[in-house]
């Protein structure tokens, strides 16, 4: 089952400014696209990749400049502590799912397939879908599908699912969207399903909570000058990373200096959002709602 192209390749490869005898790490190695390209311009540099999914293991590059991690990015200063790295120069992060996952129906990240509910990345994880769906509290789904997926009658939907779930246990993708048929608005199905599921792979994988820690550790670990590249799919993942490059924190008040000045750990360089160009959506569907974020460690 092959991986994504990757998406804004060069965009977001220039973006870190790579130096030949820089360290460097991308913390979402998938196909390893981004990867490739980030190597072919360090000389004696290191790479450093991180992928929790043994899907990604077939992908490994074969050089003595490059690293491989299979573990969750959360654990970014933990492993390059292990690596005895202690600083880098720059950070690739590429979010979201690879259309690999959307594309192999037993892993359950799609409603376009029939299969087990699901939707793992890291495949040795004790909580699926299927978990979520049959045993959280009726209020804990509804704040699920209203914080993660934006929708708003994330209520009448938990209401539904504890239903149906008192009767017969929720097993499968299409035993899930049974019970959602009757919520789907006319003409914009899909778009309505992709955000249902959209919210509960986030819980499942824990997206928001993992890429916050990842962060917040940039600061410790890139270097004054380095530079910190995020790709991201959604309003809920650009709206967490645009807050952290302004503010270097997610939410709150931001510290100042005695000039009243604010103390933040990195500079936006693109003051707007860089996407794709229209010829790249068009050979490649899943960059139409990409968006990149470039900033340099001060």
């Known amino acids: 089952m092959g991986y994504h192209t990757p998406v804004l390749l060069k965009e977001s490869v220039n973006g870190l400014q790579i130096k030949p005898d820089g360290i460097y790490v991308d913390v979402t190695f998938g196909g390893g696209g981004h990867s490739r390209e980030i190597i072919k311009n360090i000389i004696n540099g290191k790479l450093v990749a991180f992928d929790q999914d043994d899907d990604a293991t077939p992908n490994l590059i074969d050089d003595e400049r490059f690293i491989f991690v299979s573990h ?29 996952h959307f594309d192999d129906p037993e892993r359950g990240f799609s409603f376009r397939f029939e299969g087990e509910l699901d939707m793992r990345m890291n495949q040795s994880a004790k909580v699926s879908a299927k978990n979520v769906v049959n045993e959280y509290q009726e209020e804990e789904l509804a704040k699920i599908f209203w914080e993660y997926g934006e929708l708003k009658n994330s209520r009448k939907l938990a209401k539904a699912i504890t239903e149906q779930r008192g009767k017969k246990s929720i097993e499968t993708i299409k035993e899930f969207t049974d019970v959602l048929m009757p919520y789907l608005p006319k003409y914009s199905e899909h778009k309505f399903l992709a955000k249902v599921f959209q919210a509960l792979r986030i819980e499942v994988n824990r997206e928001i909570d993992f890429l916050k820690e990842m ?4 600061i410790d670990v890139i270097k004054p000058g380095g530079r910190l590249v995020v790709i991201t799919y959604h309003s809920l993942e650009d709206r967490l990373v645009k807050n952290f490059i302004r503010d270097g924190q997610f939410e709150g008040e931001v510290e100042k200096d005695f000039f009243g000045n604010k103390e933040v750990p990195f500079r936006a360089l693109n ?9 790249e959506i068009k050979e490649n569907n899943r960059a139409r709602s990409a968006k990149l974020r470039i900033a340099e460690r001060l």
């Open 72 to 100: 969750n990015f959360r654990f970014l200063k933990n492993f390059l502590k292990y690596h005895k790295i202690e600083k880098i120069d720059g950070l690739l992060a590429d979010l979201g799912v690879s259309s690999h």
């Open 271 to 279: 003051r707007k959002v860089i996407v794709p160009e229209e010829n």
């Open 215 to 218: 962060l917040l550790q940039t």
